[in-house]
Each structure stands twice: as structure tokens, then as C-alpha cells.
């Protein structure tokens, strides 16, 4: 649902932010499920700049504009997550992704996604040892 939820907002625009709550109420008889899913597609699209940025940075060979809406989201999503989400583990993070690319996008949409968030995956750790290292 998130994915779908950040994929509107990429091709809509921010005029259907408001009525995605709906959408989760809607599509999710478990309530705390949808309102995960919203806060998820709130934290994304509130660090949408910062995910974006990390994507740009991994997709080396690959202009940042010239991806589907569908891998967006998902790379999205999944930065989202491994940046703020320190309770999902990355591993999960990353086959959520893939099994989302094997179901919503193309054929080679599963291993690029994986490439991307690897890269992302390497970064993100080389960050957080960097700033646990003290100075001496």
C-alpha cells in the first residue's frame, strides 16, 4: 500500500496527500496496519528530498529522472526505512523490495533494485561506523 500510496504522490502530485488517509482506512481492515502505512508514506514523502539524494548518489549510471514511478517509490520507501526505521532489519528491507519489483515493475526491475539498495546498504554502514569511531 505505501508504495502505491508514494507512487500517486510522484505522478499526482501533493494534491492527493490528504486523501490517501483514506485510501489506507479503505484498503486495510487492520487498522494498525494502514496507519503504518501512512506514517511510512508521511516519513517518506517528508524525507523525500534526503531519499532522493541517497538514490542519486548510488544510481551512478542511471539519471535519477529517467527511472519508472514504480522503482522511485520502492527505492524510496526502502531508503526510507533503512535510514529511519532502525527496527526493521536491512535484509528485510531489501527482499521487501525485490519481491515489491517482482510484483509491480519489470523483469529487470528486481535486480536493479537490489544493486541500488546494496550500494545504499554499504553507505548507510560506512556512515554510522565512521561516527562511532571516536576522535582521538
Avoid at 508521511?42 to 528530498?49: D, F, P, S, V, Y
Avoid at 529517467?66 to 529511519?84: A, E, G, N, Q
Avoid at 529487470?108 to 548507510?124: E, H, M, R, W
Amino acid at each position: 500500500m505505501t508504495m502505491q500510496a508514494l507512487y500517486q504522490l510522484d505522478v499526482q502530485g501533493n494534491d492527493v496527500f490528504d486523501s490517501l488517509k483514506v485510501f489506507f482506512k479503505e484498503s486495510e481492515q487492520d487498522i494498525a496496519i494502514g496507519q503504518l502505512a501512512w506514517d511510512w508514506t508521511k516519513g517518506t514523502w517528508e524525507n523525500l528530498a534526503l531519499c532522493d539524494e541517497i538514490i542519486t548518489a548510488a544510481t551512478i549510471k542511471w539519471q535519477f529522472t529517467r527511472l519508472s514511478p514504480v522503482d522511485k517509490s520502492i527505492l524510496r520507501l526502502s531508503v526510507y526505512h533503512l535510514k529511519f526505521c532502525p527496527d526493521i532489519p536491512p535484509k528485510v528491507v531489501i527482499n521487501e523490495a525485490i519481491e515489491i519489483a517482482k510484483k509491480f515493475s519489470t523483469d529487470k526491475s528486481p535486480a536493479f533494485v537490489n544493486g541500488v539498495l546494496d550500494a545504499i546498504l554499504k553507505k548507510i554502514s560506512a556512515q554510522k561506523i565512521n561516527m562511532e569511531v571516536p576522535e582521538q
